[in-house]
């Protein structure tokens, strides 16, 4: 097993991962709430985990991912007074709240599926867990750690930190400074501290979505869910726990406290936060006019895009900047990673090529052999310093100049073993494939392409039999598909 080291927020350093259970991974990620279309921050920090999940399976830990779907009790404004966000979405539409939930989860599924994340083992979702929710606000309210106002349940973090509560601490957020700051009217008249947030909020008359409970009719507050859900797949305290860096105050922090009011235990060993997406380097908002959609960068049609970028393209995007950092969006790093991207997958078309002749004689050139074996180690290096993806890309680049010399002879095949080879062969194809999530993709303008001319493209870059390009060409016009298109396809068949 590789020696892991992920930041531990809570520690706020660097830990060397150790498993509670040998050679088995729980993984919590906070999944999205499902009124809107997902945005690209939902792609980054979903991404980011898809990275951690590859690469512990690439290593050889079994992994149950649990990541949730929140599908009622997150109010307009985060907070614990308003209209509930998916509510509000369906009286908009005139849809019933689970049409709401269904359209946007299908729709975050398929983008996530466009950008090849792998799905999580088990995605539960608030609505489905009414039960467990109930039955831990009642424990709390047992342990004298919560309390029922005007038919709504309020957690109490004074009594919680009596009780050696830590409240804060994740975020490293102070108790004194949280009261000065807080200029939150929420449940004012019902809380005893402004602090206190709500388990269970009474549903007003107009409020659509509501469920009997001991306090009469009403729904989960926002940060429960995580807690009962977590604790239901993973146990009183799993491995790591997972988020965007917004959800550290207060949804994380509300979570701690819930979980160790509820079972005793701090509910979890690692929590990992991703970092914020930025476009030209302003924060991305739709007040700003800089908020576009995954599918508008697909498709190149939103103002600020001088023209498409494929999912992969994007993807690799991401890679090159490790989760912990800012990702900036501009035009400019995105061509100069399409670029990238089609060099370093251009590589693997060669590689699963390539074969060591059987008929040559190996005379092995050490420095070219240390190398090769270098920049493998560097990939994993790199991976294991807290999945520095920056890193291990760069050291890919010095493995394709590798493979690019063997395919145009300037590097004989003879100065390596045939063990090297078959080291970088697989080393390249995994690292990409399995642990990156990068992958050859048909060029975004492929797409609804007929199967027919999807087997006569594919058959072209295989076979290499460039005179059929005219063919091919008044086939596609044929179909109605712009020759333009198709020219910036066939061109990206010819690249090597
Ligand atoms: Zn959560």
Not at 34 to 47: E, I, Q, S
Not at 135 to 158: C, H, M, P, Q, R
Not at 422 to 447: C, H, K, T, W
Not at 482 to 487: R, S
């Amino acid at each position: 097993m590789q020696p892991l080291k992920i930041y531990n927020t809570l520690s706020r350093e660097k830990e060397l991962f150790t498993p509670i259970h040998e050679n088995h991974v729980g993984l919590y990620v906070c999944g999205p709430t499902v009124y809107n279309y997902a945005h690209l921050g939902n792609v980054r920090t979903f991404t980011s985990f898809d990275i951690l999940n590859r690469y512990l399976l690439h290593i050889g830990y079994k992994v149950r991912y649990v990541r949730n779907i929140t599908d009622v009790g997150h109010l307009v404004g985060d907070g614990d007074e308003g209209e509930d966000k998916i509510g509000k979405m369906a009286k908009l539409e005139k849809l019933e709240p689970m049409e709401i939930v269904h359209r946007f989860t299908q729709d975050f599924h398929q983008v996530l599926e466009k950008f090849n994340l792998l799905p999580p083992n088990i995605e539960p979702t608030a609505t489905g867990h009414i039960v467990e929710q109930i039955e831990t606000t009642k424990s709390l309210i047992e342990k004298g750690l919560a309390y029922e106002s005007n038919g709504s349940v309020y957690f109490d973090i004074e009594a919680y930190n009596k009780n050696g509560g830590n409240y804060g601490h994740l975020s490293g957020r102070v108790i004194e400074d949280l009261l000065t700051e807080t200029r939150d009217l929420d449940g004012v008249g019902e809380k005893r501290s402004p602090l206190d947030f709500a388990l269970w909020k009474k549903a007003a008359p107009e409020h659509i979505m509501r469920w009997p409970s001991p306090w009469g009719e009403g729904f989960p507050g926002w940060h429960l869910e995580c807690t009962c859900m977590s604790h239901k797949y993973l146990g009183d305290t799993f491995d790591i726990h997972g988020g965007g860096m917004d959800l550290k105050f207060p949804h994380h922090e509300c979570e701690i406290a819930q979980a160790k009011g509820a079972y005793d235990r701090a509910p979890v060993r690692y929590w990992m936060h991703t970092n914020m997406l930025t476009v030209n380097g302003q924060k991305m908002s739709k007040s700003l006019g800089n908020s576009f959609l995954p599918a508008e960068l697909i498709a190149g049609n939103h103002p600020l895009l001088d023209q498409a970028y494929s999912p992969m393209t994007v993807r690799f995007f991401m890679l090159q900047s490790q989760y912990r950092s800012t990702l900036d969006f501009s035009n400019d790093a995105l061509k100069a990673a399409q670029k990238g991207y089609k060099k370093i997958a251009n590589g693997l078309r060669i590689i699963k090529k390539l074969a060591y002749p059987s008929d040559i004689t190996a005379n092995p050139d050490a420095a070219q052999e240390k190398e090769i074996n270098d920049a493998i180690q560097g990939c994993y290096d790199g991976m294991n310093d807290d999945l520095n993806t920056a890193v291990a890309i760069a050291h890919l680049f010095t493995l394709l100049k590798k493979i690019n010399s063997l395919y145009t002879g300037g590097l004989a095949f003879e100065s390596i073993s045939a063990e090297t080879f078959s080291n970088l062969q697989r080393s390249y194809i995994s690292i990409l494939e399995d642990v990156l999530g990068i992958i050859e993709e048909v060029p975004a303008d492929m797409n609804g392409l007929t199967d027919e001319l999807l087997q006569l493209y594919k058959g072209f870059k295989e076979s290499r039999q460039y005179d059929k390009v005219d063919e091919i060409r008044g086939a596609f016009k044929s179909a109605g598909l712009l020759i333009k298109d198709m020219k910036n396809s066939i061109d990206w068949g010819y690249e090597e």
